[in-house]
T-cell receptor, first 111, second 111 residues
């Protein structure tokens, strides 16, 4: 089955700096890659996603890039703010029915 | 619009007691439904998923079971809880377009 690895597990940045979280996947059939943000005690919320026919997608301060050849994708957050502090999960889906999650990155934005 | 409900929100149960968690989705038909468990400070572990009434796929052997008695209802059960069953249980659904949405979760503590 699919295996998703996520790095780093923790990340601290100064407010206003950029943050990058990276994920790799193993199954070349994976074609959908969502990113979720989970605040403490809350449910994961979808923040951005990308499909395999696209190399990059941007939504305001958040962007995701995908390299199918290398089987990795990354989340980029620019101009970080304290409210960006949360745990971020990447995921990969080879079938549309099953989703395989990374182990999460705890992001802290220091004011 | 679609809404996903879970109850109860929190639950404290003794070891060896039974468990029943319920998830329902409104505003859609024939959704794919999922149960995940998240241990404290950890990632998301897929427990079960269902693509239709009575169709359940299990990802991890355990003392839990799932049922889907109705199109938009997904139930997670156990006959005898273990200490290791403690965690945050999340139900999720997809409308068939890959994007997965999570319910508010049930926080289970087994004592």
């Amino acid at each position: 089955g699919e295996n998703v690895e996520q790095h780093p597990s923790t990340l601290s940045v100064q407010e206003g700096d950029s943050a990058v979280i990276k994920c790799t996947y193993s199954d070349s059939a994976s074609n959908y890659f969502p990113w979720y943000k989970q605040e403490l005690g809350k449910r994961p919320q979808l923040i951005i996603d990308i499909r395999s026919n696209v190399g990059e997608k941007k939504d305001q301060r958040i962007a995701v890039t995908l390299n199918k050849t290398a089987k990795h994708f990354s989340l980029h957050i620019t101009e970080t703010q304290p409210e960006d502090s949360a745990v971020y999960f990447c995921a990969a889906s080879p079938t549309g029915n099953q989703f395989y999650f990374g182990t999460g990155t705890s992001l802290t934005v220091i004011p | 619009s679609q809404t996903i409900h879970q109850w109860p929100a929190t639950l404290v149960q003794p070891v060896g007691s039974p468990l029943s968690l319920e998830c329902t989705v409104e505003g859609t038909s024939n959704p794919n439904l999922y149960w995940y468990r998240q241990a404290a400070g950890r990632g998301l572990q897929l427990l079960f998923y269902s693509i239709g009434i009575g169709q359940i796929s299990s990802e991890v052997p355990q003392n839990l079971s799932a049922s889907r008695p109705q199109d938009r209802q997904f139930i997670l059960s156990s006959k005898k809880l273990l200490l290791s069953d403690s965690g945050f249980y999340l139900c999720a659904w997809t409308p068939g377009t890959d994007t997965q949405y999570f319910g508010p979760g049930t926080r289970l503590t087994v004592l």
